[in-house]
């Protein structure tokens, strides 16, 4: 929320990491428009591999409250 605040518009995160909701508040709670924000996440290493990319990345949007992202990593 704070860098948010202080004009941070990229933000960093991944599966792995359990803070998309957080993101997701914090992008609320600074009352910023999702389009000025660019959220990169991560798929874990063990979804590439069981081939659940598309659940992986499904649960991401779910827990970012959104139906776009703007940079997925494998």
Request: glycine share 2%; net charge neutral.
């Given at each position: 929320?704070?860098?948010?605040?202080?004009?941070?518009?990229?933000?960093?995160?991944?599966?792995?990491?359990?803070?998309?909701?957080?993101?997701?508040?914090?992008?609320?709670?600074?009352?910023?428009?999702?389009?000025?924000?660019?959220?990169?996440?991560?798929?874990?290493?063990?979804?590439?591999?069981?081939?659940?990319?598309?659940?992986?990345?499904?649960?991401?949007?779910?827990?970012?409250?959104?139906?776009?992202?703007d940079?997925?990593?494998?």
């Amino acid at each position: 929320y704070n860098a948010l605040r202080i004009g941070y518009r990229t933000i960093d995160s991944a599966d792995l990491y359990n803070n998309h909701n957080s993101i997701c508040e914090a992008i609320k709670q600074a009352e910023i428009p999702r389009d000025d924000v660019c959220i990169i996440s991560k798929i874990k290493l063990k979804d590439i591999k069981k081939n659940n990319i598309i659940n992986a990345f499904e649960k991401i949007l779910s827990e970012f409250n959104t139906n776009t992202t703007d940079i997925i990593l494998l």
